[in-house]
C-alpha cells in the first residue's frame, strides 16, 4: 500500500479535526502535517487535549515550499481562503482536496453573487472536479484540484440524482427542506450558535437565499442532465452533528414506491457507503453519527402522488472529512473505504 504524505490546512477546525481522526487510522497514510493562519509553532495536542499521544505535532506555517512536498493537502478553511492560497500550488504535486465552497461553482459569477466574496480564477476552477464520489469517481481520480461537495448538497444529491436522472420524479416542483446540527457551522461561535440561543430551539436561516442552491442546480444539471430551479431552505437543530434533507416531489404518471426503491438500490449496489433504509424507523441522524454512510429512505404519499425522499448524513463525515478521504482513496487507487470503515457511534 502507498505511502501517502498529508498535509492539512485549517486543521484547528472541526473539518480539519474529522480529517486527523480518520486519517490517523488510515493504513496508507504515512505523515500527517497541520498548518494553521494563526497559530504556528503551538503544539497540536495541548490545544486539543483527546489528540495527546496522537496529534503531538507543532502547528507550522502555510508556506508553497513545504506544501509542495506532500502528496495531498487539504485545505478546510473558510470561503473567501482557497480562492487566493491554491492557485499557485495548482499542478505543482500535491493532490489539492478544498472542503470550501470556492471551487464548487463553475460560474465565477453565480459564487460571487451566492457567497458576496471574490471568485478564484475562472482558469484554476475550470480545471476542478467536483467530488461527489459516488457520482464523479472517473473525473476524480485523476483530477488535480478537487472541490469537495458541500454538507447539504451531499445529502440532497445522493438522494435525489438517481430518481431524477431515470425521470421518476418531477424535477420542475423540487421543494427541499434540511435540517442540520450546529457544527455544520464550523467552530468560530456566533450570537445564533451560542448554547443558550441554540438550545431547546429549532430556526430557519438563510431563507431561500443559501449559497448551496446553485451548487444543487448545477449537480443535477451535470449529472441528471435536469436543468431546474429548486426550492430549498435550511434549519438549525440543537444537536451536534447530523443532516436530515427531506424532499418533496411530484412522481411521474404510472411510477410506484418499488419503482424508486429499486432505482436507489440499483444505482448504489456497489457504493458502500449508500445505504437504501426501508424502514422509516431505523431513519435518524444518530444511525450515521460518526460515519462516512449516507442513509436514503423513499415513500410516496398516494393522496397527492408525491414522493417523501430523506437523505441523512453526518455533516463533518460524509458532509465533508469523509467525502474527502473518499476521493483521496480513489486518487491513489484505494478501496473507497480504506480509513473510513467505522461504525457510527448510534448511542
Ligand atoms: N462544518 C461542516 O459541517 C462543513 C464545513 N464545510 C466547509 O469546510 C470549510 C471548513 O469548515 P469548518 O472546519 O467547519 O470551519 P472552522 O471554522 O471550524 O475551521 C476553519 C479553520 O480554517 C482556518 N482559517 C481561518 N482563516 C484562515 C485563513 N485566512 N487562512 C488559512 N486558514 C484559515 C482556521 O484555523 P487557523 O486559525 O488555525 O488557521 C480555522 O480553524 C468551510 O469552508 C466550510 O464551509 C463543508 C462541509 C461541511
Ligand atoms: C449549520 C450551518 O450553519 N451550516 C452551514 C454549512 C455551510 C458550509 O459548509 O459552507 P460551504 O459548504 O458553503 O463551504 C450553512 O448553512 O451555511
Redesign the pocket.
Known sequence: MSAVKVGIVGATGYGGLELIRFLHNHQAVEQIDLFTSSEEGVVFSSKFGHLVNIADKPLQKIDYETLEKFDVVFTSTP?GVTSELLPPLVGKGPKLIDL??DYRLKDPASYEAWYDKKAAPLKIIEQSVYGLTEWNADNVKNASLIANP???PTAVLLSLLPLLKEKLIDPSFLVIDAK???S??GNKPSQTTHFSEANESFSI??TNS???IPEIEQAISMFAGVDTAISFN?H?VPMTRGILSTAYAPVMPDVTESHLVACLQATYEKHPFVRIVTDVNTLATNRVRGSNYCDIFVKIDSRTRRATIVGVIDNLVKGAAGQAIQNMNVQFDLPQTTGLDVVPFFI
Do not use: N, P, W
Open positions: 470561503s470550501s465552497g458541500g454538507c447539504y442540520s446540527g450546529i455544520g457551522a436561516y438563510k443559501h449559497q448551496h435550511t438549525l
